[in-house]
């Protein structure tokens, strides 16, 4: 047996144990109480949490956690194309590293924490309410989140049994099929399934008949079943499940004459992703407030994500070109298989919030396993092979190389939080968190050819323990306006980099396989407004981050990729945003963020030709270079989101929404700053209910805008990902 589902298996008692042993002797509820109480999006407290704009939460427009990006000033979703695999979602400029780095921004899907960015199950289903919790949020929540929280919860059963079918057809053959089934079981429980399945021909073609077209395929559900005992303990159980085949990545090389949305591959590029997750919650009642309690487990395969770097590397491209053309055609392809099974438990008390103090415990514990592959294969020099072009005219040899790592982190976390009131106006929130985390990583790599010596294997360890406190205060100035000032100091735990293995390099400090903790001092002040009864709100925010050893990963020039510290960054911006419903009928909802982010200090792992063994000349790709005066990557200089929603008749509702990102900055490895220039966004949808039909038109970047998600500068060129250009589609669906 896997011995992480044997660690899962063996804390359901004691996660049972624990549920029962604060079983309150309460009067049973029926059903109609059973149902999770939410605060809705247009009562939110815009001090505590920010909304994302209801209008633009269609099921036919947000159908992954990507599409959230922009919608709340700050958040941005780097989207790499293969599902949540290489994504960075950041939240005023703090955020994770692409492949190694631990996560920023925590991730509560229908609260089971997901404890990577890369592994999220990016689909999602009928979504009930969408929250953004920014600035440190380790005290409130089990999870480590120094940048903030994306806290998404799924419709939930109601009290009358519900089956609802939905089919949608759009753009590029996108078809999309979707049975939603949920209820009551009996006075004191409820059940709930969901089963998707989607395809599309994508939009990404390859004009080479030898290669796949950016196609997908996806097939993924959700189930579960929720009770309450006799005694008022709150039962619940479930799991998601989600595959996911992508014919090609939507990789495209910038400023080509082939077309924006055009590749031209010989190669069968494919990406495939598999994962499951169960889990099991208790919550119940106790004499001081409550306890609540979530075990999940999460399995993760990617297996393969295949890549032609022929194509997707300009400096490749020409050199395979030239190869070609003198009878010596060599392939250059990057295959990635990833394998991540987890663990995760979340215990809580809590207070009543009825009175002047409240008060949480956390302790959270997480192990996770990763077992990955990485098979390259490239063309070699055989002669001047110390020509720091790298490319020449000579012979090249066909290479490879094969890389096996294992990984292991375990985390374990003690957090408490208290908001006391002082007066009637003001209020004090302190929290504070211990972390301890330790990881492993085991790494061995093989070169196919015989003068490039084998690294030697690599098993090394590493102990990170801090404190994280944090302090807030909220003074109401009336019955509507609430200023507020919150402090807290966080970190990211460091680790390691398993694509470094050239000693050379490593000796002369240009790479390095362990990177340090990163250390975040977040500060901000706000103003906010809310007015239950005309059903309007606003909040004005200012925020600064101090960082050290700010993580962010680079290639060195050569074959390693890693996670290097900036020694000091700093981060400002600010923050507005608003709702109303001036009318019943009509909700108008809107967002402007800007981040302005610097590396101020950068002196380390920079290359020194004086210090390097082999007595290699000056190397324009490796360095020196320095990285301070640079912006912060992976985040737009602006964000602003619109929209505006209207229920004309009882059968017919439209919503109009734009989402403008800003200039993003992205840094390769000589610190060359590449701008991915900003992008407007404008989606729209019209529902008609007719006899118990639901009739949905809707239209994504209706303007048709060329843009790229992201781009990826660890290739020569910068090749970009290409976003979604226009897509009309009609959705039908009928509950039963």
Same mark, same amino acid.
């Given at each position: ?15 049972? #144990? ?60 780097? $989207? ?44 999602? #289903? ?14 409130? #929540? ?17 009290? @009358?049994?519900? $089956? ?28 709930? #399934?969901? =089963? ?63 077309? %924006? ?17 169960? %889990? ?35 400096? /490749? ?29 979340? /215990? ?18 997480? @192990? ?63 929290? =504070? ?52 000032? @919150? ?55 200012? %925020? ?140 729209? $949808? ?15 970047? /209706? ?34």
């Amino acid at each position: 047996m896997n011995k992480t589902v044997l660690k899962f298996l063996l804390i359901l008692p004691i996660h049972a #144990f624990a549920g029962l042993m604060i079983l309150s002797a309460q009067t049973p509820e029926r059903l109609s109480e059973l149902k999770v109480s939410e605060t809705s999006l247009t009562d939110l407290d815009l001090s505590r949490a920010s909304i994302l704009a209801e209008s633009n939460l269609e099921p036919q427009i947000t159908k992954s956690v990507s599409d959230l990006s922009g919608l709340s000033p700050n958040l941005y979703i780097n $989207s790499n194309g293969i599902q949540s695999y290489g994504d960075v979602i950041s939240v005023r400029g703090i955020g994770n590293t692409q492949l190694f780095g631990d996560p920023a921004v925590g991730l509560y899907i229908d609260g089971v924490p997901y404890g990577s960015t890369a592994t999220f199950s990016s689909a999602l #289903f009928e979504l009930y309410s969408v929250e953004l919790f920014k600035g440190y949020r380790g005290h409130r #929540f089990g999870k480590n989140s120094p940048g903030g929280v994306l806290n998404i919860k799924s419709q939930s059963a109601g009290k @009358n049994h519900r $089956s609802k079918l939905f089919v949608s057809y759009a753009s590029f053959n996108t078809q999309s099929y979707r049975l939603l089934v949920d209820g009551p079981a009996g006075d004191y429980a409820s059940y709930y #399934f969901g =089963l998707n399945r989607s395809k599309s021909d994508g939009f990404a073609d390859n004009t080479n008949p030898l290669g796949n077209d950016a196609t997908s395929e996806s097939l993924n559900g959700r189930i579960g079943y929720d009770f309450r005992t006799a005694g008022g303990l709150r039962i619940g159980i479930g799991g998601t499940w989600e595959d996911f085949d992508l014919g090609a990545q939507p990789v495209v090389q910038r400023n080509a004459n082939s077309g %924006f949305y055009k590749r031209s591959s010989d190669q069968n590029e494919v990406g495939a992703i598999r994962s499951n997750t169960q %889990f099991l919650k208790f919550e119940s009642e106790t004499e001081f407030g409550g306890i609540s309690s979530t075990t999940s487990r999460t399995y993760w395969e990617l297996d393969p994500n295949f890549l032609d770097l022929n194509y997707a590397d300009s400096g /490749l491209a020409l050199v395979s070109g030239f190869l070609e053309s003198v009878g010596n055609p060599i392939d250059s392809s990057s295959m990635i298989k990833e394998e991540h099974d987890g663990w995760s438990e979340e /215990l809580t008390a809590f207070s009543d919030n009825d009175g002047s103090r409240n008060w949480t415990i956390t302790i959270f514990a997480n @192990n996770t396993e990763i077992d990955g592959v990485a098979d390259r294969h490239y063309p070699v020099p055989t002669v001047a092979q110390n020509d720091p072009t790298y490319y020449n005219a000579g012979v090249m040899l066909p290479g490879s190389s094969i890389t096996r790592y294992k990984s292991k982190n375990d985390s374990y976390a003690l957090s408490t939080y208290l908001s006391q009131s002082l007066n009637n106006n003001i209020t004090l929130e302190v929290g =504070l968190r211990f972390d301890h985390i330790t990881k492993e990583l085991r790494r061995s790599k093989t070169n196919s050819l015989p003068f490039m010596v084998d690294p030697a294997d690599l098993s090394v360890s590493e102990k990170y323990s801090w404190i994280s406190p944090s302090i807030g205060f909220k003074k109401a100035l009336n019955e509507n306006f609430t200023t507020f000032l @919150n402090s807290s100091l966080a970190r990211k735990p460091g680790g390691f980099s398993p694509y470094v293995d050239t000693q050379a390099l490593i000796a002369a400090g240009v790479v390095n396989i362990q990177y340090k903790d990163e250390k975040i001092w977040a500060n901000e002040l706000g103003l906010s407004f809310n007015n239950t009864q005309n059903k309007s709100g606003l909040s004005l925010v200012f %925020f600064w981050n101090d960082i050290t050893d700010f993580q962010f990963e680079k290639p060195s020039g050569a074959f390693d990729y890693f996670v290097d510290n900036a020694e000091e960054v700093e981060i400002h911006g600010l923050e507005f945003e608003f709702y109303a419903n001036p009318q019943d009928d009509w909700l108008i909802q809107g967002s402007y963020g800007i981040t302005s982010g610097e590396i101020k200090r950068h002196t380390g792992l920079s290359y020194d030709p004086s210090y390097d063994p082999l007595g290699a000349p000056a190397n324009p790709i490796l360095g020196p270079h320095d990285f301070a005066g640079k912006d912060v990557p992976f985040t737009p200089e602006q964000t602003l989101s619109l929209s505006l929603s209207n229920q004309m008749t009882e059968d017919l509702v439209w919503s109009s929404g734009l989402t403008y990102i800003g200039k993003i900055h992205y840094l390769d490895q000589t610190a060359t700053d590449t701008v991915n220039n900003s992008y407007l966004l404008w989606n729209a $949808s019209i529902t008609y209910l007719i006899n118990q039909w639901e009739l949905n038109l809707f239209g994504k970047n /209706l303007t048709n805008k060329k843009y790229y998600s992201s781009l990826v500068t660890s290739l020569t060129g910068a090749p970009g990902i290409v976003g979604s250009p226009r897509v009309i589609g009609l959705g039908i669906s009928k509950e039963f």
